[in-house]
């Protein structure tokens, strides 16, 4: 089955207030073809979960600027003063959550798991409105599981069947993301034929993956 859709039929499958994934650590491994269009779209309020708030003019910053974020979930906004001053004035609503604690709720999500038991926070404002479980005299923060309606993610390669290989630090939150979300869009840099894969290197399998775009976004027939 081919996979790949032209970048209008991508951002059609995404709607105003949909929850979405953005794969990239400080913008590596973000598909900026993506978010690009997102930003020339009509789509708006959405609430968007990244490592971080990338820069102002890349990555999920693009769609900070233009106003399509109500929400933010990410782990930091250091790197986009925009962000903060976003948040500072009540105009985009941020939610930090720990890097490690971020990236085990959406493995959580994506393996079907009701949450996760991390120490991480206890005693700081970070477990404020949470639950304690008191595990073998240790106490730790419960953690809810993390999905979404769409996840754009990057990849370096692909096949016409979605399987994705990830180049080095570009890897980061993409993999897990393709397991959160009812609706996965990914970017590939690369694409080969199917077969032409080593199935030894494959990081996510193609039954993860619903569209794939390249850069000049063609519509495969």
């Known amino acids: 089955m081919n996979k790949y859709i032209d970048i209008a039929q991508a951002i ?3 709607k105003s207030g949909d929850v979405v994934l953005v794969g990239g650590f400080m913008t590596c491994g973000t598909p900026e073809v993506i978010i ?8 708006n309020n959405l609430t968007i979960i990244c490592n971080d708030a990338g820069y102002e003019a890349q990555g999920v910053g693009k769609l900070i600027q233009a106003g399509k974020v109500k929400k933010l979930i990410a782990s930091h906004i250091g790197l986009n003063p925009l962000a903060g001053k976003k948040m500072n004035e009540a105009d985009l609503d941020v939610e930090l959550v720990p890097q490690g604690t971020l990236a085990e709720r959406i493995r959580a999500g994506g393996v079907g798991l009701g949450g996760i038991l991390t120490p991480t ?19 730790y923060l419960l953690e809810t599981p993390i999905k979404a309606d769409v996840a754009l993610v990057y990849a370096d390669t692909c096949d016409a069947i979605g399987n994705l290989v990830y180049s080095k630090t570009t890897r980061n939150f993409n993999p897990i993301m393709c397991m959160a979300a009812e609706k996965v869009i990914v970017f590939s840099k690369k694409h080969v034929d199917r077969g032409q894969m080593d199935p030894e290197v494959i990081v996510t399998p193609h039954i993860f993956v619903d569209h794939i775009i390249e850069e000049d976004a063609p519509c495969h027939q």
């Open 121 to 139: 926070g206890v005693g700081t404002i970070v477990e404020e409105g949470k639950k304690i479980i008191t595990v073998e005299g240790v106490d």
């Open 36 to 43: 690009d269009a997102l930003v020339n779209s009509e789509v």
């Open 12 to 14: 059609s499958f995404i």
